[in-house]
């Protein structure tokens, strides 16, 4: 008998350890946190990448999330004069058309398949009023739905290892156009609130609720992007590349700090643009690792192909920029070129404004 009870107790001692070593979402302390109770590093219109007029970010999907990001901000739109596709694009496909949202989700769904202990969200912006249905249809022939998540408002989230182990690992919400026949998509705003996203000042950020406009949710988006005009337009807002390592540092950790002293809990969704920037050994990265009680270990960001070209002091990464000392490897867009682009776009659709979000 004494063998058969040191024999349990050794298998439940074995299960405890094996338990405790499981990382969720790159973190074993995060396996029993509510997924509501998690902070996850997030991107402005993740899709929008490289030397582009609606560049947001300097890497695609795939390399975000090697790096880390789990929560994706896609905008919805129907392509010119085609109604029977969804492409991840701004208010105009003129002027970014990154194809057909199915072929990020089948991307999507294969880092889901590799890597079977994270849980990622999508935020998704209906800019072209797509259809729920569409959505589902999309979802399903891409195989990602599989992976999508239903919750009840109101009901308490699961935590991230029993998201893990119900294989329902992807969180799915769009700001308009959900429909209660596709549960899993699910709208924001009775989730989640937003603090201002159209900021053009660096000691702008503030913690108020902006969408829905004071409307407090369980959980909230930080948006901590800078706009600013363009040269030849001042009714033109675009992303603020150069700023991104200051942006990112700091002035994010300090809005973060905050808003979780203002609203009495950290913030779920950390937006920023240029993901990969950051100095003084702070990126996004590493604010929601802090937000979230754990250690962030700095790695290469990034594919590693370029060196940023304006390089900041004491960067995250330590790769050395070519005008300063170790600034965060990445690829920023030549100015010249995005400027060339933005040109190029506004001539192909005939307007002057450009889509902030």
Known sequence: MKIIITTIFSIT?????VSS????????ELCDKLYSNVAYATTH???????????????????????GI??????????????????LCHSTCELLDQGPAVDTLKQLGTWLDNNPNEVITILWENAGKVPASMF?????????????????????????????N??????????????????WLMPEYNYVFETPFDNENINGFICTVDRPKNQERPMYVLNHFLYGKFALSSSIDIPQPDQANTTNAASLADHAKRCD?????????????????????????SVTANLNGVQYVPKQLGDGSTNISKGGTNGVNGANGAN????????????DLRSSNILAGLAGVGTLALFVL
């Open 261 to 285: 002293q203002t609203f009495n809990r950290i913030p779920n969704f950390i937006t920023v643009d240029f993901y990969d920037q950051g100095s003084n050994g702070q990126n996004v990265l």
């Open 21 to 28: 070593q499981k990382a969720c979402n790159g973190y074993p």
């Open 324 to 335: 300063g000392a170790n600034g965060v490897n990445a690829a920023i867009p030549n100015n």
């Open 166 to 183: 119900s294989g329902k690992r992807a969180v799915n919400f769009v700001d308009t156009g959900a429909d209660p026949s596709v549960q």
């Open 45 to 67: 219109n993740s899709y929008s990448y490289g030397n582009n007029v609606a560049a947001n970010q300097n890497y695609d999907i795939p390399t975000q999330l090697k790096d």
């Open 136 to 164: 589902n249809d999309i979802y399903t022939q891409s195989g990602f739905v599989k992976y999508a998540h239903f919750q009840e408002v109101g009901q308490d989230w699961p935590t991230l290892n029993d998201m893990i």
């Open 70 to 87: 789990r929560g994706l901000m896609l905008d919805a739109n129907f392509p010119t004069n085609n109604t029977k596709e969804v492409d």
């Open 13 to 17: 001692l074995l299960s405890s350890i």
